[in-house]
């Protein structure tokens, strides 16, 4: 495996893969209405170019086949963190994870912040994440819970 910054000709399958894995893994901790609003069918790619690339966006891949990708921003959050749907449990999140972490110690930030969905929330508890509190937030006037989440690095 191996990690690596986005590229701008990742997009398409990232976009992919993030609907896949909220649609098929996310599904299990949301209805389909809150997956419906959370990765909608008609996502704008130029929209999701920008994001990419006003991030640190690192990207996994595996034979050239994107399986994840995760985001940082230089005041610690971490935005975006998915892997793909047929990768999962298999470390692709743990070594995003630890590109994150080495980066962030890099950029001198002592803490990483998130907002974590159910889903995730027992893979970031597993890397030492603590729970601050958990919130309900709207997305395309659909509410969700997930939890803020913090740990010092
Ligand atoms: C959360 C996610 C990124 C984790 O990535 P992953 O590649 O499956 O995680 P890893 O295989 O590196 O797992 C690392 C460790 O965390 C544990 N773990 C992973 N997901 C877990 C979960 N939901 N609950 C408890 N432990 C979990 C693994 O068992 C492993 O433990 P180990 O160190 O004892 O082996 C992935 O499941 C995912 O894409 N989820 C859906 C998208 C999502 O919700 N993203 C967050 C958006 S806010």
């Not at 990690?3 to 599904?27: A, C, G, K, S």
């Not at 690339?53 to 399986?67: G, L, N, S």
């Not at 959050?77 to 980066?103: A, N, P, R």
Request: glycine letters at 6%; charged letters at 25%; hydrophobic letters at 35%.
């Amino acid at each position: 495996m191996n990690i690596r910054i986005f590229h701008h000709h990742d997009t398409q399958e990232i976009m992919q893969l993030f609907y896949d894995t909220v649609h098929n893994i996310n599904i299990r901790d949301y209805t389909q209405e809150q997956v419906d609003a959370w990765a909608p069918q008609d996502m704008d790619e130029q929209r999701w170019n920008q994001n990419l690339h006003a991030k640190m966006t690192y990207v996994a891949e595996i034979d050239r086949k994107i399986v994840g990708f995760a985001q940082l921003e230089t005041n610690g959050h971490i935005d975006c963190f998915y892997c793909h749907k047929d990768f999962q449990g298999m470390g692709v999140g743990s070594k995003l994870l630890e590109s994150i972490e080495t980066k962030a110690k890099e950029l001198g930030i002592n803490r990483l912040f998130t907002e974590a969905s159910i889903t995730a929330k027992g893979f970031f508890e597993r890397k030492g994440f603590q729970v601050i509190k958990q919130q309900e937030v709207e997305l395309r006037g659909i509410k969700f819970i997930n939890y803020c989440m913090d740990r010092e690095i």
